[in-house]
């Protein structure tokens, strides 16, 4: 099972939104509404911010939005702000065989 | 409130088998609302799901390493072990519990890390 593909780096600047897309197959993105994405600060845990393609964790900021069509999943930040600046990773179920399939991850960067 | 803490070796040699446990506090391991689950990330890299344990006592293992890695519940130490056997420098990672949710990685511990070098 390889990895789900995603941009290796996105950037915007303060204010303005950004999309990171999370490709994969009809074995995992496109045949399971099962798609969650996490935040991940240099040396720390990840945190989940969107789960169920579209759904938001309590506490998790509304700027943060999650979709999906197809075989792709996308997640949007709108009104980025410096704290936004981490690594994301999109996952997806990917059935009982292998469960669980990560993206390759994308740097957000904030200019 | 449910907490996760992972406890290693930090060192382990080639060749060797790599122990890795997961004190869980805040629920007990056999619940039937969380799952459990192991995740590594090596050096610079992204993430990689490794096994995941169900209320069910099902276990599931990502097929490029099932051959080697065993999950598994203490309860009466409320822990998740992992056990990852003939390790070599590709297994050099940090280590990562998890909770697992309605198919969501829903809370992590923060991570242990683990070389393996002679």
């Known amino acids: 099972q390889s990895a789900l593909t995603q941009p290796a780096s996105v950037s915007g600047s303060p204010g303005q939104s950004i999309t990171i897309s999370c490709s994969g197959t009809?074995?995992?993105?496109?045949?399971?509404?099962?798609v969650s994405w996490y935040q991940q600060h240099p040396g720390k845990a990840p945190k989940v911010i969107i789960y169920d393609v579209t759904k938001r964790p309590s506490g998790v900021s509304d700027r943060f939005s999650g979709s999906k069509s197809g075989n792709t999943a996308s997640l949007t930040i709108s009104g980025l702000q410096a704290e936004d600046e981490a690594d994301y990773y999109c996952c997806s179920y990917a059935g009982s065989r292998v469960l669980y399939v990560f993206g390759t991850g994308t740097k957000v960067t904030v200019l | 409130q449910l907490q996760l803490q992972e406890l290693g070796p930090g060192l382990v040699k080639p060749s060797e088998t790599l122990s890795l446990t997961c004190n869980v506090s805040?629920?007990?391991?056999?619940?039937?609302?969380?799952?459990w689950g192991w995740v590594r990330q090596p050096p610079g890299q992204g993430l990689e799901w490794i096994a995941a344990?169900?209320?069910?006592?099902?276990?599931y293992y990502s097929p490029s390493l099932k051959s080697r890695v065993t999950i598994a519940a203490d309860t009466s130490k409320n822990q998740i072990s992992l056990t990852l056997t003939s390790v070599t420098a590709a297994d050099t990672a940090v280590y990562y519990c998890?909770?697992?949710?309605?198919?969501?990685?829903?809370?992590w511990g923060p991570g242990t890390m683990v070389t393996v070098s002679s």
């Open positions: 344990l169900y209320y069910s006592g099902n276990t």
């Open positions: 009809n074995s995992d993105i496109g045949s399971y509404n099962l």
């Open positions: 805040g629920v007990s391991v056999n619940n039937n609302v969380y799952y």
């Open positions: 998890a909770s697992l949710r309605v198919r969501t990685f829903h809370l």
